[in-house]
Nanobody
């Protein structure tokens, strides 16, 4: 069983930035794709960004392109989500997910393990 520990959430004003981090409890981290999703109250979970095992390929939801950046440091067993120019409507619980395959995926159904989530609140 792989556990994912997220950090970096919090309260930020609109237009501000946050960086989320996620560290899975596996030494095979460099062989797995990773993703970030978010879920606002009363809404479905949405894809945000994904990155393949090496960091060479990344995918983004259209709504975050140009503002969010997903990256990974395989030496530190950590994946990041840098979020800039945040908007109030992006207030949500952000989840890190691990896919036991090499390639990145945009569907949450592809992921095998999930973190507990970290709250991001963007005030107007």
């Amino acid at each position: 069983q792989v556990q994912l520990v997220e950090s970096g959430g919090g309260l930020v004003q609109a237009g501000g930035s946050l960086r989320l981090s996620c560290t899975p409890s596996t030494r095979a981290f460099s062989g797995y794709a990773m993703g970030w999703f978010r879920q606002a109250p009363g809404k479905e979970r949405d894809f945000v960004a994904a990155i393949n095992y090496s960091g060479g390929t990344a995918y983004y939801a259209d709504s975050v392109k140009g503002r969010f950046t997903i990256s990974r440091d395989n030496a530190k067993n950590t994946v990041y989500l840098q979020m800039n120019s945040l908007k109030p409507e992006e207030t949500a619980v952000y989840y890190c997910a691990l896919d036991l395959r090499l390639r990145a995926a945009v569907s949450g159904d592809e992921y095998d393990y999930w973190g507990q989530g970290t709250q991001v609140t963007v005030s107007s």
